[in-house]
């Protein structure tokens, strides 16, 4: 029992699977989506009127949709270990309180996640709603990359106020450029089923738009690269060009539905090396009065 959940190691094991797994079911998302398997299961929390699983005449997006589901099982576990291990982990002989914390906002995210899900069913597919699903999942990325950070004790780099202003820019960027790319996947063909509603705003301007946000953010990036030299300056570009190209190869024939998954897969690495910027630098005076040690980068 210690060494599943009571040690730093064990700590590091839960939180990592907490991040993979909560960034998977975001692609899982996707296939359900690209697949047409939507409303596989048309009701919730049921799967169908009679029956809470899918049935032989619900076909393959039945099983598609309902597989969907049971993964949301898997995550809770995951969860509820992560959260014994970080209840059972000290640091310097004494309890974490901001890891409990994380892990606790992580379930319930988890348990919202799952109702969100059952009212955007409800709803048909509803495009706004569908946004909120996918947003309400890259918060949990990013809160399970901060629990990654705290348990795997990576160092916090010492910048100037300027550098550390910029990485929560670049954060909140990343945020808009992820509102406006679930806009232009409610605007799109895919919407999860035929029978679902659209934005009725048009695709290519919402692309666009959506591009410009994009390109701002590498523009900022590629300056905090250049002042920073730092390994998360590094991460959060090289994400940002996978995801750019993802993007363009998409828009310039015609969104293969293939290729959704791996953008799925960019929104992911994306949120991770932004929250992973904004949480690898603090300004000096936060280093002192936290106590902590840190390095100290030249910018």
């Known amino acids: 029992m210690t060494r599943m959940f009571g040690t730093g190691r064990a700590l590091r094991g839960w939180s990592l699977a907490n991040l993979i797994a909560n960034s ?165 063909p895919h919407a999860g089923d035929l029978s679902s509603p659209r934005t009725g705003l048009d695709l290519e301007t919402m692309a666009k738009i959506h591009a410009w946000t994009v390109w701002l953010l590498v523009a900022l990036t590629v300056y905090l690269v250049v002042k920073m030299r730092s390994r998360a300056t590094y991460a959060l570009l090289g994400a940002l060009l996978f995801q750019g190209a993802v993007g363009y190869v998409q828009y310039f024939t015609g969104l293969p539905r293939g290729l959704i998954i791996v953008h799925l897969l960019g929104l992911c690495l994306v949120m991770i090396a932004s929250t992973n910027l904004m949480l690898s630098v603090r300004r000096a005076t936060e280093v002192h009065s936290s106590g902590r040690d840190r390095r100290t980068v030249s910018a």
């Open 24 to 188: 998977g079911i975001i692609l899982t998302g996707g296939i359900v989506r690209v697949t047409g398997s939507g409303l596989g299961c048309s009701e919730w929390p049921r799967c169908t009127e009679a029956s809470y699983v899918t049935l032989p005449a619900n076909g393959i997006h039945g099983a598609i949709e309902f597989g969907n589901r049971l993964l949301t099982f898997v995550l809770i576990v995951i969860a509820i270990g992560n959260i014994i291990s970080a209840w059972r982990s000290r640091e310097n002989g004494a309890p974490v309180p901001r890891v409990r914390t994380l892990t606790a906002w992580v379930m319930v995210g988890i348990v919202v996640q799952a109702v969100i899900g059952g009212i955007t069913v409800w709803y048909r597919l509803s495009p706004y709603l569908v946004g909120i699903h996918l947003l309400l999942s890259a918060a949990l990325v990013s809160i399970c990359t901060w629990i990654v950070h705290m348990a795997w004790r990576r160092t916090t780099d010492v910048a100037d106020g300027t550098s550390v202003a910029l990485t929560r820019v670049a954060y909140v960027l990343t945020w808009i450029s992820i509102y406006l790319g679930t806009v232009v996947t409610g605007s799109g």
